[in-house]
Each structure stands twice: as structure tokens, then as C-alpha cells.
């Protein structure tokens, strides 16, 4: 075991504190990574704050969040062939799986039929609890990491390990590309870069905001239209207009406003995730022959796929760098929308 510092909520809804902790000594298959960077999502904030007890088991505490990490890898074990000491490597939300159903057979290891790890408030395959990203290294089975971009800042490359794979993979399996009109939903982390993603892949982009704050940022990003969703008359000029809505939005709200805007077979997939449920009326299907979709971050291959293609279109994440002294300030921030757009921590801070 080796001996790990980071930040840790030791209980539902406790600020960040300093916490030591042990991870394993490194398996055959294992590497260890010196992390550098960790971007914070809003879903850490969901789990400190014990948020989704609805739909989880158990939240285990003390909770190390982070599953945008990002380092350099500081040892190997005896059977590791994809990585060596030295490589930039990443780690998204999930550290293993069952790996022989059929989702993990096909890449969809985060939809694992038996048991997918995430990176923390989860339990390994040996029902130990996990530990995230806010941390100075973590120890990984090298199947479940990734190569970063070799061109690119390791820092601003961190959030494409959930934020990034989590537009990138719907946006992909629902063909968005040219002649096609998205909208997003939300313009902070996730939304940010589905904007970059979508116009990357040759998409018309619009962007659906609460107000009208953050439109110029969005038309730097690659959007095409904003809307301020507060003007109710966005709802009425927009009626029928999108193939595709990608809803990013954390907190409740009226989905079937929202299924409106499709077009006739248009697809509003959500990858936020509201505290909460929320109705949706048949009727909002129904008129249109439209789909409400779901999508959770993507598996290893498409993960792999999506920094490749961030290298190749030089996509990254805007951030904003802070020291880990100040996760909790941060997460007042992002719970008030107010992140331009993506706070990674810079972990020399630690
Ligand atoms: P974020 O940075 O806080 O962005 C969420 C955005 O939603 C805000 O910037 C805001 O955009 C909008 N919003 C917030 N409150 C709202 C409200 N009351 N009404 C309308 N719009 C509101 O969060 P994030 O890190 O992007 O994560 C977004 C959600 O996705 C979270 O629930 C997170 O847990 C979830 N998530 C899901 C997956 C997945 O695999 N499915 C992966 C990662 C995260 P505007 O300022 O533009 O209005
Ligand atoms: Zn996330
Ligand atoms: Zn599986």
C-alpha cells in the first residue's frame, strides 16, 4: 500500500478537507499515475452533497471526488505493454469492469452489465472503495486509462475525460455533422464542449441559455444562434427547429419545453442529472414521432477516439485553473453557473 494525500468530504455535504489515504501497490496490469490536473464536475458536487441518494446504493464517505485526471505515469507494473514511465496518460470515470459481458466486449464498459467501478464513491471488483482524482496519484489497470494528446496542454485536455466524452459519444451516435442543426442545453462544462464538438463535426450549433450572459462566449466557442431560455418567446420562435437537443442541464426543469423545439423524429438525449425526476407528457413525443434519449460518458475506445480527435481538431476545454485550497469556493461557483467553463485543479497546489 502506499500512502496517497488529497481532498476528501468526510461526510454528506462536508467541505473538502486535507485527507491521507492508502492505494494499492501496482498489480502486473497496473500503472501508477502522478496527477497533475483534475477538473471538477458538477457530478462531484452532486455526490459530496449526497445528492443522488434516489438512484445510487450506497455514497461512501470520506469521498475523494475527481474523474477528469490527468498526469504522467511514475511506475509500471511487470506486465504492462500500452504505457511507459514518462507517457501522459488520463483516467475518466470508471476504473474497471466485469469486461467479459457483452457491453464490455463491445466498448461499453461503462454500461457493464455486472459491475463498472467508477473512479470514486464506487467499489473495485474486490469491493474495496474507490478514490478519485483530487489526490497526487492514482493507481490503474493500464486497460482503463487513456493517452493524451501529445499536442496539446495537459491541463486544458483534463475535462475532455468526462465533459469531453460525455458530448463527444452522443453526439456521434445520434450523427451529428453538417446539415444537421443541434442544440445544447447549458452552456457550462459539459455544455462548452459540446458546442466545440458539435461545430468540430460540421453541425449548425445553437445554444440554449438561461440568459443572454454568456452569448458572446458561445459564438467565440463555434456557436451558430443563442437563446435565452428565461424569454418565453424562444419557445414559441423555436418550435420545431433541432434534429438533436444534448440537455446538459444539473438542476429540474420542464423537458417537454424542450421536446417542442424537435423536429419531426428529432432526439433530445439528456446527459444531465437533476437530483430529482421529472414528467415527461406523452404528448410531447407523440406530436412528432420525437425519442427522449440518455447517454453516460463513453466507453474506452470511443474515450480513446474522442482525445484523438480533440488532438487532431485541437479541441480543449476553457479552464480555469485553481489551487485545491479553494475546491470549495469553486463548487459555490459552479452551482451559481458562474464558471468560464470548466475549473480544473493544478495539484502542486496540494
Ligand atoms: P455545470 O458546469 O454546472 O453546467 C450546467 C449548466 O446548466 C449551467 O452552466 C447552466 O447553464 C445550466 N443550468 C444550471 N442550473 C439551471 C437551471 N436551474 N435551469 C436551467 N439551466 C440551468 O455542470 P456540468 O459539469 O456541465 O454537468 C452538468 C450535468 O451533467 C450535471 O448534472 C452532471 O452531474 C451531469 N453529468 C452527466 C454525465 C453523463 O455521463 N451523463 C457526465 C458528466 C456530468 P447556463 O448558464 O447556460 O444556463
Ligand atoms: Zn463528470
Ligand atoms: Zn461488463
Redesign the pocket.
Known amino acids: 500500500m502506499s500512502k496517497t494525500k488529497g481532498y476528501a468530504a468526510m461526510t454528506s455535504k462536508a467541505p473538502l478537507a486535507p485527507y491521507t489515504f492508502e492505494r494499492r501497490e501496482p498489480r502486473e496490469h497496473d500503472i501508477v499515475i502522478d496527477i497533475k490536473y483534475c477538473g471538477i ?3 462531484d458536487i ?1 455526490q459530496v452533497r449526497d445528492g443522488w441518494s434516489d438512484y445510487l446504493e450506497e455514497s461512501i464517505f470520506p469521498m475523494v471526488p475527481g474523474h477528469e485526471i490527468a498526469g504522467v505515469v511514475s511506475a509500471v507494473g511487470g506486465k504492462v505493454s500500452k504505457y511507459k514511465v514518462g507517457d501522459k496518460v488520463g483516467v475518466g ?1 470508471f476504473v474497471d469492469s466485469c469486461r467479459t459481458c457483452t457491453s464490455c466486449k463491445s466498448g461499453l464498459e ?1 454500461y457493464c452489465l455486472v459491475h463498472t467501478s467508477w473512479t470514486y464513491n464506487a467499489r473495485d471488483n474486490e469491493g474495496v472503495p474507490t478514490y478519485g482524482g483530487y489526490s497526487d496519484k492514482i493507481v490503474v489497470d493500464e486497460n482503463y486509462a487513456l493517452r493524451m494528446p501529445e499536442n496539446l496542454p495537459l491541463d486544458a485536455c483534463a475535462p475532455l475525460l ?2 469531453g466524452i ?1 458530448l463527444y459519444s452522443p453526439l456521434r451516435h445520434w450523427h451529428a455533422g453538417p446539415g444537421k442543426h443541434v442544440a445544447i ?7 462548452h464542449m459540446g458546442v466545440k464538438l458539435a461545430h468540430a463535426l460540421g453541425a449548425k450549433v445553437s ?5 443572454l ?2 452569448e458572446a462566449d458561445a459564438k467565440r466557442l463555434g456557436a451558430d444562434h443563442f437563446y435565452a ?1 428565461a424569454d418565453p418567446e424562444t419557445f414559441t420562435q423555436l418550435k420545431g427547429s433541432f434534429d438533436l437537443i444534448v440537455n ?6 420542464d423537458w417537454n419545453q424542450y421536446l417542442n423545439l424537435l423536429k419531426v423524429d428529432g432526439t433530445m438525449v ?5 437530483e430529482k425526476n421529472i414528467p415527461v407528457g406523452a404528448f410531447a413525443l407523440t406530436a412528432g414521432r420525437r425519442s427522449l434519449a ?4 463513453g466507453g474506452i475506445r470511443e474515450t480513446q477516439e474522442m482525445l484523438d480527435f480533440c488532438g487532431k481538431h485541437g479541441v480543449t476545454s476553457d479552464i480555469e485553473i485553481v489551487p485545491i485550497q479553494k475546491v470549495n469556493e469553486a463548487y459555490e461557483r ?2 451559481k ?1 458562474d ?1 468560464r ?2 475549473f480544473v485543479i493544478d495539484m502542486a497546489s496540494l
Open positions: 464536475c458538477h457530478s452532486h470515470c461503462q468526462c465533459a460525455t442545453v447549458g452552456l457550462g462544462g459539459l455544455g445554444v440554449l441559455s438561461q440568459s450572459k454568456k431560455t446538459t442541464v444539473s438542476a429540474q426543469m439528456v446527459v444531465g442529472l437533476p440518455g447517454s453516460a460518458i459552479v452551482l453557473s464558471v467553463y470548466r
